[in-house]
Nanobody, 127 residues
């Protein structure tokens, strides 16, 4: 049974940084087309795409316009990370990591194609 678990959330002041981690367990096989993604959901909003990465290189790496240039996604076989810099109050949300097995490129920003999700970690940006 594939499980994902996030960590690293917390309270940070505007302009600060946080690094989220996600560990993937129970995955018997991996595929070079598997994609790891980060999504977030604020109390008043829908779950929205943040970043995704397919494979070990950076050829297929995508960011939402809101976070481009501030956030960086990275991953290994069973870990995913989201480095968040220059945080803003509007980045406040629960952040989820997710796995999209054998993900096609056009699906990498779409939550419905991610079959496995973590429980989420709260990020609060406030002074």
């Amino acid at each position: 049974q594939v499980q994902l678990e996030e960590s690293g959330g917390g309270l940070v002041q505007p302009g600060g940084s946080l690094r989220l981690s996600c560990v993937v367990s129970g995955r018997a096989n991996t595929n070079s087309n598997d994609a790891m993604g980060w999504f977030r959901q604020s109390p008043t909003g829908e779950r929205e795409f943040v970043a995704s990465m397919r494979g070990s290189g950076s050829t297929y790496t995508y960011y939402s316009d809101d976070v481009k240039g501030r956030f960086t996604i990275s991953s290994t076989r069973n870990m995913a990370y989201l480095q968040m810099n220059s945080l803003k109050p509007e980045d406040t949300a629960v952040y989820y990591c997710a796995l999209c097995p054998r993900c096609i490129v056009s699906s990498m920003s779409r939550a419905q194609y991610y079959g496995y999700w973590g429980q989420g970690t709260q990020v609060t940006v406030s002074s």
